[in-house]
């Protein structure tokens, strides 16, 4: 398992996408999987760098685990912002166009759908996001 604590700055972005894509790139993962991992990685970030501590800024933890049977990448966000649970929130309703769709959701809706798991629980003081990919 690698672990990076960094500031939940949307400047750091990259460095957490690069973080994560060595590991996932250390295993062999296919640049499909990777992508999907990319893009869940992004919203998961930005939701906690927009979100968790305002107006200050607080500190994120990802950690990158790659599971041998079946092989599956499971990367875990950790942060002490504002308790919040995204998966709490119902699911968009995609057949509606986006003029007539709520504002918000959409990116954590396509976290679950690109993800064989998803979860999150509030333990110790922190808000703990956990996706799984197989690959």
């Known amino acids: 398992m690698k672990e990076l604590t960094i ?35 992004e919203e998961i970030f930005v939701n906690i760098a927009h979100y968790a501590y305002q107006p200050q800024i607080g500190t994120a933890t990802v950690r990158v685990e790659v599971q041998p049977e079946p092989q599956a990448a499971v990367i ?6 504002v308790p919040y649970d995204p998966l709490a929130k119902p699911d968009p309703d995609v057949t509606l166009s986006a003029e007539e769709r709520e504002v918000g959701g959409l990116g954590i809706y396509m976290v679950k759908k690109s993800m064989d798991d998803v979860s999150y629980e509030y333990k110790d003081g922190k808000n703990i996001f956990t996706i799984k990919k197989k690959f």
Do not use: R, W, Y
């Open 7 to 41: 500031s939940a700055e949307i400047p750091n972005l990259d460095t957490v996408i690069e973080f994560v894509n060595e590991e996932l790139e250390a295993h062999d993962c296919g640049p499909k999987v990777q992508m999907q991992i990319e893009v869940a990685v």
């Open 76 to 81: 875990t966000f950790i942060d002490s912002g």
